[in-house]
């Protein structure tokens, strides 16, 4: 499982490994997401442990970046009720992909017949 975002190879278990360990966070979950300049951006989908307890996106990033090279943690958290795990457990992250590959890229108008310049 690897993410490659303007050409550095990122692996999203190393910030997931980090993300998990933060108290509000019960389940997590870092996917790929389209980037128009970079390809690809790592996204965190993470089920809180307290949903009426939530530091908010910035605070889970800061602490990421304080335990991970900030090019290593993702750029963006959503939260979610659940990660659809697999009867065997698993996540299967191309489930959890396609809303985004399924829409155009952050910073793009594909789909409009319009480019940005």
Known sequence: ???VSGGVNLYPAEAE???IGHPDVADVACIGVPHREMGEELKALVVLADPG????EGGLLDYCR???SHHKCPRSVTVVE???RTTMGKIDKRILRSPWWDKPAKGSDRGTGRTRG
């Open 66 to 68: 304080l335990q991970l």
């Open 53 to 56: 307890k939530w530091v908010g």
């Open 17 to 19: 490994q980090v993300l």
């Open 1 to 3: 499982d690897m993410v």
């Open 82 to 84: 659940d990660l659809g």
